[in-house]
């Protein structure tokens, strides 16, 4: 073998493997990308929370009847997914007319946390204007709240606008 061939040959496995680890590093990306998007659909319930359709616990600071829907979001300070969906939450209290949020912390309300027997963050309690518990669950991204406020929003309880 000649020394042109040589570098030749040499040149375009050079070539090829730089074309394969940048296709590999594309093809990791793609499977982030993917991971958010398979994501559970749907609020789930975690065994915790009050009952749906009975009345919400009596949390004092809260009045359910200045809304059609009261929105309740337990957070914890410790929480990386409460601190990503509290502020798309606010954007949608913004949009609906409807909907009061309320958020409560751990670490400043933990008696509230215990009335409405909840242990995990974030978990969200939709609460119509009677007091009566429409819908609630852990929501790990954005897209379940708004699907558990609309599946709220629809209860035979609740008027929608």
């Given at each position: 073998m000649t020394g042109?061939?040589?570098?030749?040959?040499?040149?375009?496995?050079?070539?090829?493997?730089?074309?394969?680890?940048?296709?590999?590093?594309?093809?990791?990306?793609?499977?982030?990308?993917?991971?958010?998007?398979?994501?559970?659909?749907?609020?789930?319930?975690?065994?915790?929370?009050?009952?749906?359709?009975?009345?919400?616990?009596?949390?004092?600071?809260?009045?359910?009847?200045t809304n059609d829907l009261t929105l309740m979001a337990f957070t914890s300070p410790t929480c990386e997914l409460c601190e990503q969906l509290v502020p798309g939450l606010r954007r949608i209290e913004?949009?609906?007319?409807?909907?009061?949020?309320?958020?409560?912390?751990?670490?400043?309300?933990?008696?509230?946390?215990a009335r409405f027997k909840v242990r995990s963050t974030p978990y969200l309690v939709a609460i119509d204007r009677e007091g009566i518990v429409r819908s609630r669950g852990v929501a790990n991204t954005l897209d379940q709240a708004e699907e558990m406020l609309a599946e709220a929003l629809q209860s035979p309880g609740t008027s929608s606008s």
């Amino acid at each position: 073998m000649t020394g042109g061939v040589w570098i030749a040959s040499y040149v375009l496995l050079w070539v090829a493997v730089v074309v394969l680890g940048l296709s590999v590093a594309v093809l990791l990306r793609q499977i982030g990308v993917l991971h958010t998007r398979v994501a559970p659909m749907g609020v789930h319930f975690a065994g915790e929370g009050p009952d749906k359709d009975l009345p919400a616990p009596d949390a004092g600071a809260f009045d359910y009847g200045t809304n059609d829907l009261t929105l309740m979001a337990f957070t914890s300070p410790t929480c990386e997914l409460c601190e990503q969906l509290v502020p798309g939450l606010r954007r949608i209290e913004s949009s609906y007319d409807e909907v009061a949020l309320r958020t409560v912390s751990s670490e400043a309300d933990s008696q509230v946390f215990a009335r409405f027997k909840v242990r995990s963050t974030p978990y969200l309690v939709a609460i119509d204007r009677e007091g009566i518990v429409r819908s609630r669950g852990v929501a790990n991204t954005l897209d379940q709240a708004e699907e558990m406020l609309a599946e709220a929003l629809q209860s035979p309880g609740t008027s929608s606008s």
